[in-house]
């Protein structure tokens, strides 16, 4: 489901910001006794343009 989820979170972004395929990243990660979902999204400089 994970790629699913960065497609779709790329889709949203990209309403509001131009950002490349590989702006978004998202990992599954066990930390101890939690699991956490870790989202990435590296904004470009500048005014935002959607």
Same mark, same amino acid.
């Given at each position: 489901?994970? #790629?699913?989820? =960065?497609?779709?979170? $790329? ?20 930390? *101890?006794? =939690?699991?956490? $979902? ?5 904004? #470009?400089? *500048? #005014?935002? =343009?959607?």
């Amino acid at each position: 489901y994970l #790629p699913l989820l =960065q497609r779709e979170l $790329l889709e949203v972004i990209r309403k509001y910001v131009s950002v490349d395929v590989e702006a978004v990243k998202v990992d599954y990660v066990k930390d *101890g006794n =939690q699991d956490v $979902l870790d989202i990435s999204v590296a904004l #470009p400089d *500048g #005014p935002a =343009q959607a």
